[in-house]
C-alpha cells in the first residue's frame, strides 16, 4: 500500500528527528580475515538481517538517513510529479550554479596556457622544441598520477569540502604562476595545476550521481562540460580586455593574476555552501530529504557510503565495459587537448592578427556549446548514448581531412575555418562518455573506482594529445591531425563493442530476475519523466486490477512501491538493493543504459 510521505509519522514529527551525519555510518563488522559478514540469503541477493531484523548490509547514507528517521530503506515512498520538481528546481538552484562557475574556471585556468601563447609567453619563457607541448601535458600527468588517492578520498572523506579545498590550492598556484620566467618554473606550476584540479571531474560526476536520477544525470554532466565553451566565448572576451591593459606586467601575467584570484575567491564559497551529500544538505528540510532519496532508488545506485571495499574495486578491474570506456575517453582526449592547446596556433597560421586569432575563439566557444548542450538533450530524450556519440565523430573526421587537405595560407582562409568549425562538435562526446559510465555504475567504491579510471584514461589521452603537435610542424601539423583522424574512427568501433556487451549484460539480468521468481522485463524509471512515472504507474495498477493476465511479465522499476510492486520468491520487492551499497552486476535489477 501506498504511503505518502506527509502521512505517519506527521510531517512535524519528522522534521523535529535529529539530523544525522557521516560518522554516524557504522559499516558491517568484520571478521579476522577483514571479510564481512553474511548470512547464507546474500548469495540469493538478499540482505543479511541484524538483531532487531534491520538489514546489516545498508551502508548507503540514503539507507541510514530513512533508519533515523524510523523508516524502513525498502519501503518505496510516493512522490508527486509536483513534489519531484520542486525539489529537482531546488537542487538544481543550489548547486548547478556553483559547479558551473567551479567547472568554468577549471577549464579557463588550464586555457590560459594557450592565450598566453599568443602573447609572447613562448619568447619571453624561451621555451624551445617540445618544452611547450610539455607545458600542457604536465597538467595531465599530474592528474593521472592522482586519479587513485583522489577515489579512495572520494569515498571516505567529504566531498564538498574536498572539492573546495583542491579548487584553492589551484587558485594559490595560478596566481603563483605570474612570477614564473623560464621553462621550470612554469612546469612546477602547472604540475601543482594538474595536481589540485584533478578532483574537479571525478568529484562532479560524484556530485550528479548522488543528486540526480539518471534521466537528469546527462543534462546536468552537459551543463557543467559547457562550461568548457564558455571558456572560449568569455574566457577569450574578457582575455581580449586583460590583453589590452596598459601595464608594466606582461598580458599573459595579468591573465593568470586576474583569473587565479576569482579562483581562490570561489573556493571560499564553495568550502562553505557546497553540502557533502543529499543527507547533509542545509537547504533541505527533513521532509525534502526524504523526497530527494527517493527521487534516486530508481537509479540503483545508492548515494554515498564512506566505507571502501576491496571486493569494489577488484570487480571494477575485472568489468569489460568499465575497459570501453576507458579506451573511448582515451582515443577522444588526444584529440581534445591537442585541438585546445595548439587550436589558437592553428587559426594563427592563417589570421596573423593575435587579437583576431583571439576573437575567432568565440564563435569556436558557441559551436562547443551548441555541441555538449544539443547531444546531451538528445541523448535525453533518446535514451540512448552509443549512437549519439558515434554521430558525433563524423563531422571531426570531416574537419580533419579539409585541415590536412588545404594549405595553411590566407588564400583559403575560408575553407580552413570550415574545417577547423567541423572539429567542434567532439566536445560533446567527452561528457556522453562520463554520463554513459556514471550511469551504468552501482556501488559507492566501484563508482569512485571507475570514474578514477575513465580519468586516467582521459589524462592519458590529454598528455599525448599535445605531443603530437610540434611548433616545428606549424601551420599544417599534419601529423596531429592524421592521428585524430584516425582516433574518430576508432571511437565509433568501440561505441559498436559496448553497446553489444551492454545487451548482453541486460539479458544476463533478466535471466537472473526469472531465476529468483522475478519478472524478466522491467522498465527503467529513472530515465523517465516524473509525469510519465505517474502516468505508467496508473495504467499498470489499473491492469493488475482488472486482470491477473495483461502485464504479468512486465514489472516498472516504480519510485511509489507498494502492493503493485513485484516480489521475488523471497518476499524481497523489486529495487530494494537500491541503498545496498551493491553494484550494478550484484544488483539483478540493475538496467544498463545504452
Not at 576507458?326 to 595548439?342: D, E, K, L, Q, R
Not at 555504475?441 to 592519458?460: E, H, P
Not at 539479458?507 to 526469472?514: A, G, I, K, L, P
Request: with cysteine; glycine share 8%.
Amino acid at each position: 500500500m501506498f504511503r505518502n510521505i506527509f502521512g505517519s509519522p506527521s510531517a512535524a514529527s519528522v522534521a523535529n528527528l535529529p539530523h544525522v551525519s557521516a560518522s554516524q555510518y557504522q559499516p558491517l563488522p568484520h571478521d579476522d580475515s577483514g571479510e564481512e559478514h553474511h548470512d547464507g540469503n546474500s548469495e540469493m541477493g538478499i540482505p543479511p538481517r541484524g538483531k532487531g531484523g534491520e538489514p546489516e548490509s545498508y551502508r548507503d547514507a540514503a539507507a541510514m538517513l530513512l533508519i533515523k528517521l524510523g523508516r524502513d530503506p525498502d519501503e518505496h515512498i510516493a512522490v508527486s510529479p509536483a513534489d519531484d520538481a520542486r525539489i529537482l528546481r531546488r537542487i538544481d538552484l543550489a548547486l548547478l550554479p556553483l559547479m558551473l562557475a567551479v567547472y568554468f574556471l577549471q577549464a579557463l585556468d588550464k586555457a590560459t596556457l594557450s592565450y598566453a601563447s599568443i602573447f609572447g609567453l613562448i619568447d619571453d619563457t624561451k621555451l624551445e622544441g617540445a618544452q611547450y607541448s610539455w607545458l600542457g601535458s604536465i597538467v595531465y600527468l599530474a592528474q593521472l598520477v592522482m586519479q587513485p588517492p583522489l577515489a579512495l578520498a572520494l569515498v571516505k572523506l567529504p566531498i564538498g569540502k574536498l572539492t573546495s579545498a583542491m579548487v584553492l590550492g589551484w587558485g594559490i598556484t595560478l596566481v603563483g604562476m605570474t612570477w614564473a620566467h623560464n621553462f621550470s618554473q612554469l612546469m612546477v606550476a602547472r604540475f601543482l595545476l594538474g595536481a589540485f584540479e584533478a578532483s574537479v571531474g571525478p568529484s562532479f560526476v560524484a556530485i550528479t550521481q548522488m543528486w540526480w536520477r539518471r534521466r537528469e544525470q546527462t543534462m546536468r554532466i552537459g551543463s557543467w562540460y559547457c562550461m568548457n565553451g564558455f571558456t572560449w566565448v568569455l574566457g577569450s572576451l574578457i582575455t581580449y580586455g586583460l590583453a589590452s591593459i596598459d601595464s608594466h606586467m606582461k598580458p599573459y601575467q595579468i591573465i593568470f593574476l586576474f583569473f587565479g584570484t576569482i579562483t581562490v575567491g570561489v573556493s571560499i564559497i564553495m568550502f562553505f555552501w557546497m553540502p557533502d551529500s543529499p543527507t547533509e544538505a542545509r537547504f533541505l528540510t527533513d521532509n525534502d530529504k526524504l523526497i530527494a532519496i527517493e527521487r534516486l532508488r530508481n537509479n540503483q545506485m545508492g548515494v554515498m557510503s564512506r566505507e571502501w571495499r576491496s571486493s569494489h574495486v577488484w570487480e571494477t578491474m575485472q568489468d569489460l565495459k568499465t575497459w570501453f570506456w576507458v579506451a573511448m575517453i582515451f582515443c577522444i582526449s588526444v584529440p581534445s587537448n591537442g585541438i585546445s592547446t595548439f587550436g589558437p596556433l592553428i587559426i594563427q597560421s592563417f589570421v596573423s592578427d593575435p587579437f583576431q586569432t583571439m576573437l575567432f575563439n568565440v564563435p569556436v566557444g558557441f559551436s562547443h556549446i551548441i555541441a555538449v548542450a544539443g547531444s546531451a538533450y538528445l541523448s535525453m530524450r533518446w535514451k540512448l548514448k552509443g549512437p549519439i556519440i558515434a554521430l558525433l565523430c563524423i563531422p571531426p573526421i570531416v574537419g580533419c581531412s579539409i585541415l590536412l587537405y588545404f594549405p595553411h595560407d590566407a588564400e583559403n582562409k575560408a575553407m580552413l575555418l570550415v574545417g577547423y568549425f567541423c572539429l567542434s562538435t567532439y566536445t560533446g562526446i567527452t561528457p556522453l562518455i562520463y554520463s554513459w559510465s556514471a550511469q551504468n555504475t552501482a556501488g559507492d567504491t566501484k563508482r569512485k573506482s571507475t570514474s578514477a579510471l575513465v580519468f586516467i584514461g582521459a589524462s592519458a589521452g590529454n598528455i599525448v594529445g599535445p605531443l603530437l603537435y610540434s611548433p616545428e610542424e606549424a601551420p599544417e601539423y599534419s601529423r596531429g591531425l592524421r592521428t585524430n583522424l584516425a582516433l574518430y574512427v576508432i571511437v565509433m568501433c568501440l561505441v559498436v563493442g559496448s553497446s553489444l556487451h551492454i545487451r548482453r549484460l541486460n539479458e544476463q539480468h533478466s535471466r537472473r530476475r526469472v531465476a529468483l521468481g522475478k519478472s524478466a522485463v522491467i522498465i527503467d524509471m529513472s530515465l523517465e519523466s516524473a509525469e510519465e512515472v505517474e502516468r505508467m504507474e496508473t495504467m499498470e495498477s489499473s491492469l493488475r486490477r482488472g486482470t491477473s493476465s495483461g502485464i504479468g511479465n512486465y514489472e516498472t522499476s516504480s519510485p511509489s512501491g507498494g502492493d503493485e510492486l513485484g516480489e521475488d520468491a523471497h518476499g524481497n520487492q523489486q529495487g530494494d538493493k537500491a541503498f545496498g551499497d551493491v553494484t550494478d552486476l550484484e544488483n539483478e535489477d540493475f538496467l544498463f543504459v545504452f
